[in-house]
């Protein structure tokens, strides 16, 4: 399977997770909780561990370097399609959600969307940055383990 097409599908279950955790948390009436957007560090986490084990499993790929630009990227493409989604979804369906933003801790202040995005796609990269080498952390020796286990199965 080729790399893009991992990334594609994971960013796109990552995002359907995201969206799904604030629609949930919409009908819940606890989308004005901010403390529930870490948990999206969780799905974003989920994500990359999917595209990384699907890069090892279908591909043969063990290196490290590669398989971390694979979850940087599967994150990066899923924050982008989610806070796509938020600009969206404040422009066109619930502007008053804008002001939920504003008075989020994490954001704070009076911002427009154009901020907002700005202000998302920060935080999301971080949790990109984070997610994928708490991944790596668990696949960092898998190509020795590999190798030792071949060696051993001769």
């Known amino acids: 399977m080729k790399e893009i097409h991992i990334i ?5 279950l990552t995002t359907v997770l995201i969206g799904g ?8 009436g606890l989308h004005e909780n901010p403390y529930l957007r870490f948990l999206n ?10 595209a990384v084990k699907t890069n090892i499993e279908i591909n ?10 694979l979850g940087l990227q ?3 493409l899923a924050i982008l399609f989610s806070i796509i989604g938020v600009v969206v979804y404040i422009e066109f369906i619930d ?3 804008l002001l939920v933003m504003e008075n989020s801790f994490l ?19 971080a949790s990109t940055f984070v997610g994928s080498f708490i991944v790596m952390m668990f696949y960092k020796n898998h190509d020795k383990v590999m ?3 071949q060696t051993s199965a001769v």
């Open 41 to 50: 560090l969780l799905f974003v986490v989920y994500g990359i561990r999917r």
């Open 107 to 125: 954001i704070g202040g009076n911002l427009s969307v154009a901020e907002i995005f700005i202000t998302l796609f920060i935080e999301g990269m």
């Open 95 to 97: 502007p008053e959600f």
């Open 60 to 69: 043969k790929e063990t290196n490290y370097i590669t398989n971390l630009g």
């Open 74 to 76: 599967t994150s990066a």
């Open 147 to 149: 190798a030792t286990a």
């Open 21 to 28: 955790l604030f629609f949930l948390s919409k009908l819940l």
């Open 8 to 12: 594609i599908k994971n960013a796109i």
